[in-house]
């Protein structure tokens, strides 16, 4: 789902991020210990080698993820995935998955939702897939009412990108209007079809699975086709491969940047060790605290709120995400800033990443 998302504006040392968590404690929160458990989340971690990965060893991981990343990027997109599945072949099994994206440019011009929109081909043990995401100029939580006078443009312009991309694909699928909300339905109701990351007017992504490893491969190229001639950034994502099989994938294009994403279980007070493990392009996440905001606002909205620590080269953050904001937009930030004694702002997470 597309939270709502604010953070520090200025580096923190972790003493200074830590002692977050001292502050909510005073008023009557929650936060972890620094001595506790938590799941680390890592992202964007920059390596020459898969075996680079063993500067984790120190600590347990899971969804280990290698990410080939292609900037500026001119190929022929049914040559990438096609020379992917070849490899994918050979090495799959119950627990590989591979998926490659390409941005996609939505026909009509609109208002509310980007032109450029985000394709991915994926291929599991026993089947592909193809899932379609949007982007939003803004994020409207499911509960907040400050989009309804434009809920009709946003409905309209929604059905379209997707009937866009479902046109383009060939999928069955039908798009609809019910309840004030954009409808997505298979014809066949059996077969796998999934929708998320919903915003207050339907949702965002679909995605759509077949059984025949072949059936998308032309489609989606014809998808991607829309975004030329402009360059684009592709990336490969590889889940549950070995190193052998990780040397063919970065045979295809070997001038593919290499990044990982995974998540570490750790305690909360050994994240610096971490950031010294990945820099200096990665990125983490942690949950500090997670609460309700009414018992904070008992006046207010009630919203789900997450604190988490972020570490990147500058150092340490706080950011905080809400699935709606329980008060006006003009008294957010102000409210943030005392909560947790640091200027904050508003900074929506990257749709396609």
């Not at 292609?70 to 994918?88: I, S």
């Not at 007017?201 to 991607?224: I, K, M, R």
């Not at 905001?293 to 008992?298: A, C, F, V, Y």
């Amino acid at each position: 789902m597309r939270e709502r998302r604010w953070e520090t504006t200025a580096p923190l040392t972790f003493s200074q991020a830590l002692a977050v968590g001292d502050r909510l404690l005073a008023i009557g929160l929650k936060p972890t210990a620094p001595a506790n458990d938590v799941i680390c989340y890592v992202e964007e971690w920059t390596v020459d080698a898969p075996d680079d990965f063993d500067q984790l060893d120190p600590w347990a991981t899971e969804d280990v993820t290698l990410v080939q990343i292609r900037e500026k990027w001119r190929g022929d997109f049914f040559l990438l995935a096609g020379a992917y599945h070849t490899v994918y072949q050979r090495y799959q099994n119950v627990g590989t998955y591979c998926s490659i994206s390409h941005p996609w440019r939505i026909r009509d011009r609109l208002a509310l939702h980007e032109q450029k929109a985000m394709l991915w081909l994926g291929f599991r043990h026993t089947h592909s897939f193809i899932r379609i995401r949007l982007q939003t100029g803004e994020v409207i939580a499911p509960g907040e009412t400050r989009g309804d006078s434009r809920r009709v443009q946003w409905l309209d312009e929604r059905r379209a990108a997707f009937l866009d991309a479902i046109t383009a694909l060939e999928l069955p699928v039908d798009t609809g209007i019910e309840k004030e909300a954009v409808t997505l339905t298979p014809h066949d109701p059996s077969n796998p079809f999934f929708c998320s990351w919903p915003d207050a007017f339907g949702p965002c992504q679909f995605e759509y699975n077949t059984s025949d490893a072949y059936e998308f491969l032309v489609p989606a190229s014809q998808l991607a086709d829309t975004y030329a001639p402009e360059p684009a950034g592709v990336r490969a994502y590889l889940t549950g491969f070995s190193e052998e099989a990780l040397a063919e994938f970065q045979a295809i294009e070997p001038a593919a940047r290499l990044a990982y994403r995974c998540s570490v279980h750790c305690p909360l007070d050994e994240l610096p060790e971490i950031l010294d493990a990945i820099r200096p392009d990665g990125r983490l996440y942690a949950t500090l605290c997670e609460f309700h905001t009414q018992d904070l606002l008992p006046e207010g909205d009630d919203a789900s709120a997450i604190i988490g620590l972020v570490g990147s080269h500058t150092g340490f953050g706080i950011e905080i995400r809400l699935n709606k904001a329980p008060l006006n937009e003009d008294a957010m930030a102000a409210w943030l800033e005392r909560l947790i004694g640091y200027p904050v702002v508003y900074a929506p997470l990257p749709a396609f990443v």
